[in-house]
């Protein structure tokens, strides 16, 4: 615990790895305040953040929401002259490869130029630390053998990674051109509670607890690495503690599996018959494995993720098993129409 008066202005903050953080460091740093812009777009749930809207909750002067456009200039100035920031960390993005696949527009909005209005914003207003939330994407695809360092040449294969990559060289640009004090933060697949039931567990956590099918790409064999969500807050929040100005973390889980291996993991732990996996039609440009050398941030600031999968897939299970309003809510709204059009060959959808 660091019991440092700090004020931070977290983008993207309803978000799944955003709102994970706010409980996670406020939890841990008594006297921070965290101010919450957050556009809440269709993955950016204000109900993630419940708890904190209650008067009682011992968080709830300490957290300050505003709804807001990132790439809006306007907006993002008034927040710097209201709340007087130390510091910003941009979860904010757009961030599914299968949307972003349909349309880029969104991605190159929010996620290259929101990033620019956040870094403007906070070079006038003399931001004591900026930390860019990004992604191990950027890198590209790996072959059967290797990890991506920090140093690795950005390689993205689809217009979100695209994006990302983007907005993490005009970061770098910043630093560079301006000496504004950032850093980059890139990690691999994060799961746990709060994540939108489009990417791959949460979706198929809760298709297989309605029976379902679990729509599963090419021969399910892609690498990810895997990361529980804490562990990725707890490095974040070391960085922004102890990490150096204008460099690049890895944050990884140390735990490849393949797509196929996650999705009976998840239905052997729900007592649910594997034949509700139907393999569909390959994605274009679907990056074939991941992983993470992260042997940078265990040397320079001693972080190691805590969670084995095991743990963490069983946290994660729990949480969606006992928070099912949370996600019934989502997938009985507008998503269900997006994903009745996105895999209506698994479906029998009218």
Sequence with gaps: MVDVKMRILVAGGSGFIGSNFIYYYLKRNPRAEIINIDKLTYAGNLDNLTPLFNKSHPYNKRHFFIKGDIATNKKVEEIFK???PDCVINFA???HVDRSIQNSKLFIKTNIQ?????LDASRRNEISKFIQISTDEVYGTLGPKGKFRENHPLLPNSPYSASKAGADLLVRSYYETYKLPVIITRSSNNYGPYQFPEKLIPLFITNAVYDWPLPLYGDGMNVRDWLYVEDNCEAISLILEKGKEG???NIGG???????EITITILKHLKKPETLIKFVKDRPGH???????INKIGNELGWQPKFSFETGIKK????????RSWWEKIKSGKYLTYYKKFYKEVHNFV
């Design 82 to 84: 209201t709340f007087k």
């Design 93 to 95: 993005a757009e961030s």
């Design 114 to 118: 929101g990033t620019q209005v956040l």
């Design 247 to 249: 460099e690049i973390y």
């Design 254 to 260: 140390k735990c490849e599996k393949t797509n196929l």
């Design 287 to 293: 990056d074939r494995r991941y992983a993470l050398d």
């Design 316 to 323: 994660t299970l729990e949480w969606y098993l006992k928070n």
